[in-house]
């Protein structure tokens, strides 16, 4: 089975320094502690606007604290009518928290590539909405089976994501760090991102209300050849889901095709998506169609849909998901 990663790590020479899980700079040889994000190299980010994390503390044994906001207005993560958080944030949140950890507290290099194998979150939509200011988290993280073999670190973390005194969301990813030549050795000729490995002009996009969008240009799908079936076509310009250069569409781009697809077979039903367990079997490559099929599961709740989502590219699964939500 072949890994998928997120997303290559930008580039980071040299790690900030932490103390006790606070993240200190210097200026002009004057240290000072400061009220800022975490790094954006240890959760692989290029823009600081998009790093949610703002600290961390150890708790216990492979336990810890870590602290995070989430803003008002996002230009990617908001519901469609504007007055909640997207669910989909937790995702990106708790995909942050499992990096920064294996990077500051594990001694994962800067340079390694996280692969990812699986990402789940549940959300509790009262505890979603917009404020009057931005929205603090606490994040209680279990870092379990944390460890090198060889020159490969793999890890499963768990996650809940507390409001004040109240849950917002749940969730668990199961990842890996490589070396940049074993990076290379897995993806060969595709281990340099290039624009050259994309297909040609991308299809038109689906309407953005069919995919549960305000913004045609946060729609990753255009029509299929036969209900229920899309082709992705993200917008490669995206500032969030392409926020800097990869050899293959990244996780949240697969999780996202997940979300509006599972949308889009259930058009006309009001479904508001609360959670979503991803697994992924392999690349989705930029220079091949990739399918996105769904199948409405049962549910014994007549206020809950289940939509199973599967992509593939030629006879190959990329990824699996199941994405849960209210009518």
């Not at 240290?31 to 703002?54: C, G, I, K, M």
């Not at 602290?67 to 990106?92: C, I, K, N, Y």
């Not at 979150?121 to 009057?132: D, L, Q, S, V, Y």
């Not at 490669?236 to 293959?248: S, Y």
Request: glycine content about 8%.
């Amino acid at each position: 089975m072949t890994l998928l990663t997120f997303e290559n790590n930008t580039t980071a020479p040299t790690a900030p320094r932490t103390e006790g899980g606070r993240w200190t700079t210097r200026c002009n040889d004057i240290q000072q502690q400061l009220t800022s994000t975490v790094p954006r190299e240890y959760v692989h980010r290029s823009a600081v606007a998009e790093v949610f994390l703002t600290g961390y503390e150890r708790m216990g044994d492979d336990v810890f604290r870590v602290t995070a906001q989430w803003p008002r207005a996002h230009m990617f993560f908001t519901s469609a009518d504007g007055l909640s958080h997207d669910p989909v944030q937790a995702a990106e949140t708790i995909r942050q928290a499992g990096l920064l950890l294996a990077h500051a507290e594990y001694g994962v290099p800067l340079t390694h590539n996280a692969l990812v194998w699986s990402l789940g979150f549940k959300t509790e939509p009262a505890e979603m909405f917009i404020g009057n200011s931005p929205s603090d988290l606490e994040l209680i993280v279990t870092c379990r089976d944390f460890a090198w073999q060889g020159n490969r670190f793999s890890g499963f973390v768990e996650v809940t994501v507390r409001r004040g005194d109240r849950i917002a969301a749940t969730g668990s990813g199961l990842f890996s760090c490589v070396s940049p030549a074993v990076y290379r050795r897995l993806r060969g000729e595709y281990a340099k991102a290039s624009s050259s490995l994309r297909m040609g002009p991308s299809p038109a996009p689906i309407p953005a209300q069919s995919a549960g969008r305000v913004s045609p240009t946060d729609v990753v799908l255009a029509a299929g050849d036969r209900p229920g079936r899309w082709l992705l076509s993200p917008n490669f310009g995206h500032p969030v889901l392409f926020e800097h250069p990869n050899d293959h569409h990244p996780g949240m781009v697969l999780i996202e095709a997940a979300r509006q697809a599972a949308c889009g077979v259930l058009e006309g039903e009001a479904f508001k998506p609360t959670g979503i367990d991803s697994f992924f079997h392999s690349y989705a490559e930029l220079d091949a169609p990739c399918w996105i099929e769904t199948e409405v599961a049962h549910s014994t709740d007549p206020a809950v849909r289940i939509v199973q989502v599967t992509g593939r590219q030629g006879d190959v699964k990329t990824f699996e998901a199941t994405v849960t939500g209210t009518v």
